[in-house]
């Protein structure tokens, strides 16, 4: 069974960071893209980062480049996502997950992990 | 970025009904579209993959049609357990791109 546990959320200051972490398990890690997909409260679905199988290729949305980074560690099943200069519209319910065997659609989420912004 | 505009917004029908939810991308995205659900407090769920695949464990009345611009999630029988929130994606294209949701309820 495929299961991705996030974790390192939190509540957080403006400009302050923050980094989260996605473990997963039931599948073969280090053989798939892994993606950070984001949800402000009460509002739709927001795709924030790709990393691929071999850490070769990273894409981020604009609204968080240059402030976010994606990365892994296959040795440990486990994805991150570094947060600087963290802004209130960053708040959000934040997902991993693993890319599809046929495309880069999310086929496996895991239950997220709120991060809120505020003073 | 491709733009994906999804309608209704929000729907409600009873049990036993047949749901059509659209989902309309600004530019030809070539069947890369996926759907989810997600149910209150929980994350989302893949349904469908390339327009028309049925994920692994999806009951057999959902359903993904569409080429081009113009995709659908038919939803057949509806049961209480498919109140929720449905989402489409495309994936042919970086950024990756979702549409606004449906909210079905039951009447």
């Known amino acids: 069974e495929v299961q991705l546990v996030e974790s390192g959320g939190g509540l957080v200051k403006p400009g302050s960071s923050l980094k989260l972490s996605c473990v997963a398990s039931?599948?073969?890690?280090?053989?798939?893209?892994m993606h950070w997909i984001r949800q402000a409260p009460k509002k739709g679905l927001e795709w924030i980062a790709l990393i691929y199988y071999d850490s070769s290729n990273k894409y981020y949305a604009d609204s968080v480049k240059g402030r976010f980074t994606i990365s892994r560690d296959n040795s440990k099943n486990t994805l991150y996502l570094e947060m600087n200069s963290l802004r209130s519209e960053d708040t959000a319910m934040y997902y991993c997950?693993?890319?599809?065997?046929?495309?880069?659609?999310?086929?496996?989420w895991g239950q997220g992990v709120m991060v809120t912004v505020s003073s | 970025d491709i733009q994906m505009t999804q309608s209704p917004a929000s729907l409600s029908a009873s049990l036993g009904e047949t749901v059509t939810i659209e989902c309309r991308a600004s530019e030809d995205i070539y069947n890369g579209l996926a759907w989810y659900q997600q149910k209150p407090g929980k994350s989302p769920q893949l349904l469908i993959y390339?327009?028309?695949s049925l994920h692994t464990g999806v009951p057999s009345r959902f359903s993904g049609s569409g080429s081009g611009t113009q995709y659908s999630l038919k939803i057949n029988s509806l049961q209480s357990e498919d109140v929720a929130s449905y989402f489409c994606q495309q994936y042919y294209d970086y950024p990756w791109t979702f549409g606004g949701g449906t909210k079905l309820e039951l009447k």
């Open positions: 997950a693993n890319e599809g065997q046929w495309g880069d659609y999310f086929d496996y």
């Open positions: 390339n327009a028309n």
């Open positions: 039931g599948f073969t890690f280090s053989s798939y893209g």
